[in-house]
């Protein structure tokens, strides 16, 4: 069966620093990986995804993700926080055959001034 | 072009009470998928149905109940409510029924069941 771990459910940084927030998946077949934010009262929204394309995922809003099968983990980076940036953030995985995506617990995202 | 939209956006019942919920996908989308959000915790999948058929199910009880119409919008039905099912519902479409294809959510339907 399918399931996603999210390594810590809250993540502090001051607005400049590094973002990585920790995403460990298991999956028997190839999966498919997504990146979703949730802003307060919203519903989610796409950041990145893979494919297989490339283990190298640009997103939007200069997020990030590497996708490392050994590792089995898909983490999301952003070189530099802003305060807008502040949200909770989720890791997702689906199967090929598309019947669901299992989503993680979430991280919040804190960003400091 | 609109995106997905659920309605309603809030309301409240009483234990043992029924509801539906509904959701309209983007125009185009076959596919729709409920999920239920607890607070504090990610999305749980509940259904999915592409086509007018179900195609997936979530571990949750007979009491949810969903189905999609020939214009693709779905209701999400549950009966005889328990306080454990308040919880913001997230409907989401997708244009196929593949893996790969993003979802895209909408805001969602809170419910609060006292």
């Known amino acids: 069966a399918q399931s996603v771990t999210q390594l810590g459910s809250h993540v502090s940084v001051s607005e400049g620093a590094l973002v990585l927030l920790r995403c460990n998946y298991s999956s028997s077949v190839p999966p498919y990986l997504f990146w979703y934010v949730q802003y307060p009262n919203q519903g989610l929204q796409l950041l990145l995804k893979?494919?297989?394309?490339?283990?190298l995922v640009k997103g939007i809003n200069g997020f990030e993700a590497e996708f490392k099968k050994s590792e089995t983990s898909f983490h999301l980076t952003k070189p530099s926080a802003h305060m807008s940036d502040a949200a909770e953030y989720f890791c997702?995985?689906?199967?090929?055959?598309?019947?669901?995506?299992?989503f993680g617990a979430g991280t919040r995202l804190f960003v400091k001034a | 072009d609109a995106g997905v939209t659920q309605s309603p956006t809030h309301l409240i019942k009483t234990r043992g009470q029924h509801v539906t919920l509904r959701c309209s996908p983007i125009?185009?989308?076959?596919?729709v998928s409920w999920y239920q959000q607890v607070l504090g915790q990610g999305p749980q999948f509940i259904f999915q149905?592409?086509?007018?058929?179900?195609?997936g199910r979530g571990n949750f009880p007979d009491r949810f109940s969903a189905r999609q119409f020939p214009n693709y919008s779905s209701e999400l039905n549950v009966n005889a409510l328990l306080l454990g099912d308040s919880a913001l519902y997230l409907c989401?479409?997708?244009?196929?029924?593949?893996?790969?294809?993003?979802?895209?959510f909408g805001q969602g339907t809170r419910l609060t069941v006292v």
């Open positions: 997702a995985v689906s199967d090929t055959g598309g019947f669901k995506t299992i």
């Open positions: 893979y494919t297989s394309a490339a283990t």
């Open positions: 125009s185009g989308h076959k596919s």
């Open positions: 149905y592409y086509e007018k058929e179900e195609r």
């Open positions: 989401a479409s997708q244009r196929e029924w593949e893996g790969s294809a993003e979802a895209f």
